[in-house]
């Protein structure tokens, strides 16, 4: 039985891909033998939904790129080449590591680069143990990245031909491959060991100050100059750690030691330093490395780059025992978390127990009480409700046992923040509401009065509650406590959901160009219900893909007639084949009520319908998704075909803040 090898997991790749191919930008994909770029393409199709046809062929891709988008997997030169003639591609190619060094110097400005780096610690867990291997330590994965390279097709092989497969891993097992891996070697033997090591340097270095003689050569190919001195390109750093193991301990602090002789930006300089704290020991170096790293999180805009120097920088000031530095930056890695990182109970439990213990060392609880909140958000935000229960029962834990009043204020308003969201998360906006207002008179962060204002926009404005949450915004702005962009985006919430008739016109007057996406979404569906249908490319633009740029399609099809195409839209959405899903009782709304929409008899039919949806949902505690659909049925009712048809793009508004 042949077994294909393919790396089957979700990467931070496949959404950059997926963005590219959604966008028809243009770009360069790399990646070294193994490194899966064919499947990365593959996956970048499928999980767009787009129409594209994946090439295999240089001179097929050549003909049909004047004429469509293309994704080609072709060889690294003719991926290149694709680049520099085509005016829309998606271009693939794999090959020897000097090659993919090469091609990347060499690829057109206007072209996005992707080079495809190894599997993570993580990832390269998760996908052994897809094959049902056993792990036994977190030494062994170590050794598993080095010796392989962590490309998936290289781990696969490795695996297939050790027939470890239902088996545990060991050292032994690691043993019978060489310590570098292929690509590493083929690099080696190509350029030669005196220029491989130079390479090697440079590498571990990233940048090289001009002042820096000894690092330099005229046979450097590699190096990009500045008006500082060189660097190697920012998309091979991840080669450093395997240079390191190359060039070993003694040439690399002795490399790194001279270097910080040199001025370094903040980033090179925490590299330097992290590493020579780590191979040395010496506590000056971690000192260094920290407050690089504090430069680095105040300087840096690249989220990336932020969450990684977090995270190495949280464990250097756990080692070095500075407490209160530690739980800043596990904040730190929290905040810049990409957003394709899924945190695991693991995760939790680690970063909350580590920062329960530093901050017992600390006179002030603070840090860590914005540590948990911030970490309870990302929680609530994955929808990971038992995890976020231990963050929560945490702060709740403050609440009452913290005899410190200035923390233990903290902690109430990061309990009720937390509360609130886990009560918005199950459209529960009138508790979130009641929760938020309450301790709105302390403060809030300029996120949590964007929740209040969100699910004041859901209660009706006769009910005491909202009058006081509508109070609290407005004391809140004029103490500027609410940035101007969050600011913005409440004044237009609040007119779009509560304001008359005229507040919505003089919103489907502006121009959709807005730099807040929320501000953007608000506009566009005000566009839609009340100027008609707008061109798809530019709903497109907005929403990008998946099931809110469906439902926001779906009202366009309503407003322009076109009944087929709203039906194949909700069908697109795949929560609406659920039976007990809240968005398949939204789809069947939608398409009923635009089925009915120009026929005034049919209208007035279903609203009866919709009233008895609306009064058993209210009954059953969903108080304001009944109340929205009541709005409808009143207007269905009357057969007031724009007054319908805004309640359908408030109906959206709620649905996408609440279940999606």
Same mark, same amino acid.
């Given at each position: 039985?042949?077994?294909?090898?393919?790396?089957?997991?979700?990467?931070?790749?496949?959404?950059?891909?997926?963005?590219?191919?959604?966008?028809?930008?243009?770009?360069?994909?790399?990646?070294?033998?193994?490194?899966?770029?064919?499947?990365?393409?593959?996956?970048?199709?499928?999980?767009?939904?787009?129409?594209?046809?994946?090439?295999?062929?240089?001179?097929?891709?050549?003909?049909?790129?004047?004429?469509?988008?293309?994704?080609?997997?072709?060889?690294?030169?003719?991926?290149?080449?694709?680049?520099?003639?085509?005016?829309?591609?998606?271009?693939?190619?794999?090959?020897?590591?000097?090659?993919?060094?090469?091609?990347?110097?060499?690829?057109?400005?206007?072209?996005?680069?992707?080079?495809?780096?190894?599997?993570?610690?993580?990832?390269?867990?998760?996908?052994?143990?897809?094959?049902?291997?056993?792990?036994?330590?977190?030494?062994?994965?170590?050794?598993?990245?080095?010796?392989?390279?962590?490309?998936?097709?290289?781990?696969?092989?490795?695996?297939?031909?050790?027939?470890?497969?239902?088996?545990?891993?060991?050292?032994?097992?690691?043993?019978?491959?060489?310590?570098?891996?292929?690509?590493?070697?083929?690099?080696?033997?190509?350029?030669?060991?005196?220029?491989?090591?130079?390479?090697?340097?440079?590498?571990?270095?990233?940048?090289?100050?001009?002042?820096?003689?000894?690092?330099?050569?005229?046979?450097?190919?590699?190096?990009?100059?500045?008006?500082?001195?060189?660097?190697?390109?920012?998309?091979?750093?991840?080669?450093?750690?395997?240079?390191?193991?190359?060039?070993?301990?003694?040439?690399?602090?002795?490399?790194?030691?001279?270097?910080?002789?040199?001025?370094?930006?903040?980033?090179?300089?925490?590299?330097?330093?992290?590493?020579?704290?780590?191979?040395?020991?010496?506590?000056?170096?971690?000192?260094?490395?920290?407050?690089?790293?504090? #430069? =680095?999180?105040?300087?840096?805009? !690249?989220?990336?780059?932020?969450?990684?120097? $977090?995270?190495? *920088? &949280?464990? @250097?000031? %756990?080692?070095?025992?500075?407490?209160?530095?530690?739980?800043?930056?596990?904040?730190?890695?929290?905040?810049?978390?990409?957003?394709?990182?899924?945190?695991?109970?693991?995760?939790?439990?680690?970063?909350?127990?580590?920062?329960?213990?530093?901050?017992?060392?600390?006179?002030?609880?603070?840090?860590?009480?914005?540590?948990?909140?911030?970490?309870?958000?990302?929680?609530?935000?994955?929808?990971?409700?038992?995890?976020?229960?231990?963050?929560?029962?945490?702060?709740?834990?403050?609440?009452?046992?913290?005899?410190?009043?200035?923390?233990?204020?903290?902690?109430?308003?990061?309990?009720?923040?937390?509360?609130?969201?886990?009560?918005?998360?199950?459209?529960?906006?009138?508790?979130?509401?009641?929760?938020?207002? #309450? =301790?709105?008179?302390?403060?809030? !962060?300029?996120?949590?009065?964007?929740?209040? $204002?969100?699910? *004041? &926009?859901? @209660?009706? %404005?006769?009910?005491?509650?909202?009058?006081?949450?509508?109070?609290?915004?407005?004391?809140?702005?004029?103490?500027?406590?609410?940035?101007?962009?969050?600011?913005?985006?409440?004044?237009?919430?609040?007119?779009?959901?509560?304001?008359?008739?005229?507040?919505?016109?003089?919103?489907?007057?502006?121009?959709?160009?807005?730099?807040?996406?929320?501000?953007?979404?608000?506009?566009?569906?005000?566009?839609?219900?009340?100027?008609?249908?707008?061109?798809?490319?530019?709903?497109?633009?907005?929403?990008?893909?998946?099931?809110?740029?469906?439902?926001?399609?779906?009202?366009?099809?309503?407003?322009?007639?076109?009944?087929?195409?709203?039906?194949?839209?909700?069908?697109?959405?795949?929560?609406?084949?659920?039976?007990?899903?809240?968005?398949?009782?939204?789809? !069947?709304?939608?398409?009923?009520?635009?089925?009915?929409?120009?026929?005034?008899?049919?209208?007035?039919?279903?609203?009866?319908?919709?009233?008895?949806?609306?009064?058993?949902?209210?009954?059953?505690?969903?108080?304001?998704?009944?109340?929205?659909?009541?709005?409808?049925?009143?207007?269905?009712?009357?057969?007031?075909?724009?007054?319908?048809?805004?309640?359908?793009?408030?109906?959206?508004?709620?649905?996408?803040?609440?279940?999606?």
């Amino acid at each position: 039985m042949s077994f294909k090898c393919g790396y089957i997991y979700p990467r931070v790749e496949d959404y950059e891909l997926k963005s590219i191919v959604e966008s028809e930008a243009k770009a360069l994909v790399l990646g070294v033998k193994g490194s899966g770029v064919s499947s990365a393409l593959e996956r970048a199709i499928k999980l767009s939904n787009r129409k594209v046809e994946l090439l295999h062929n240089h001179n097929d891709a050549l003909k049909k790129c004047s004429e469509a988008y293309v994704v080609a997997d072709v060889s690294v030169w003719e991926a290149l080449e694709l680049t520099r003639i085509c005016g829309k591609i998606l271009a693939g190619g794999s090959g020897g590591l000097i090659d993919i060094i090469k091609a990347s110097i060499q690829a057109p400005r206007d072209v996005k680069l992707v080079v495809l780096k190894p599997l993570s610690r993580r990832e390269l867990e998760d996908y052994v143990k897809s094959f049902n291997t056993i792990i036994t330590s977190p030494l062994i994965i170590e050794e598993l990245l080095t010796r392989t390279g962590g490309m998936p097709g290289d781990v696969c092989r490795f695996i297939m031909e050790n027939e470890l497969i239902g088996r545990a891993l060991t050292m032994k097992d690691l043993e019978k491959t060489p310590e570098k891996p292929s690509w590493l070697s083929e690099a080696e033997n190509f350029l030669g060991s005196a220029l491989f090591e130079k390479l090697a340097a440079h590498t571990v270095l990233g940048f090289i100050p001009k002042d820096f003689q000894e690092m330099l050569c005229g046979e450097c190919w590699w190096l990009v100059e500045d008006e500082y001195g060189f660097r190697v390109p920012g998309d091979f750093l991840w080669l450093q750690p395997f240079m390191v193991r190359f060039l070993g301990k003694e040439k690399v602090v002795n490399i790194l030691s001279k270097a910080l002789n040199y001025e370094l930006n903040p980033i090179f300089k925490f590299s330097h330093t992290s590493l020579l704290y780590r191979f040395t020991g010496d506590p000056s170096y971690g000192v260094e490395a920290l407050n690089s790293a504090r #430069e =680095v999180l105040r300087q840096i805009s !690249d989220q990336h780059v932020k969450f990684n120097v $977090a995270v190495e *920088a &949280s464990s @250097i000031a %756990s080692k070095l025992g500075d407490h209160s530095n530690h739980i800043v930056m596990l904040k730190e890695a929290v905040i810049n978390m990409p957003p394709q990182y899924q945190l695991t109970p693991i995760d939790v439990f680690r970063i909350v127990g580590e920062a329960k213990r530093s901050s017992s060392h600390l006179d002030d609880a603070g840090d860590y009480v914005e540590l948990l909140k911030t970490l309870g958000s990302r929680l609530l935000a994955q929808r990971m409700m038992e995890e976020a229960e231990t963050v929560i029962s945490e702060l709740e834990k403050l609440v009452w046992e913290e005899k410190r009043l200035n923390v233990r204020l903290k902690a109430e308003t990061a309990y009720a923040t937390l509360l609130a969201y886990k009560s918005a998360l199950l459209g529960q906006w009138r508790e979130a509401a009641r929760t938020l207002a #309450e =301790v709105s008179e302390r403060g809030l !962060d300029s996120g949590s009065y964007v929740m209040l $204002a969100i699910a *004041a &926009s859901f @209660i009706s %404005s006769k009910e005491p509650l909202s009058v006081k949450a509508e109070n609290a915004l407005r004391k809140a702005i004029e103490r500027g406590l609410v940035g101007f962009d969050d600011a913005r985006f409440i004044d237009y919430t609040l007119k779009f959901m509560k304001g008359g008739l005229k507040d919505v016109l003089l919103i489907a007057e502006e121009p959709l160009e807005d730099s807040d996406y929320r501000v953007k979404l608000v506009k566009l569906l005000t566009k839609i219900a009340v100027k008609g249908p707008i061109d798809e490319r530019v709903i497109g633009g907005v929403m990008g893909q998946g099931s809110p740029a469906s439902l926001v399609k779906a009202l366009n099809y309503i407003v322009k007639g076109d009944n087929k195409s709203l039906i194949e839209e909700l069908r697109l959405i795949p929560e609406s084949e659920e039976a007990h899903s809240p968005l398949s009782l939204i789809a !069947d709304i939608m398409l009923n009520t635009g089925l009915s929409i120009n026929r005034r008899d049919e209208l007035k039919r279903i609203a009866g319908h919709l009233t008895i949806l609306a009064d058993s949902l209210k009954s059953s505690g969903h108080v304001e998704l009944g109340r929205m659909i009541e709005i409808l049925a009143q207007h269905a009712r009357s057969a007031d075909k724009l007054q319908v048809k805004l309640a359908l793009a408030r109906l959206i508004f709620y649905t996408l803040n609440t279940y999606l």
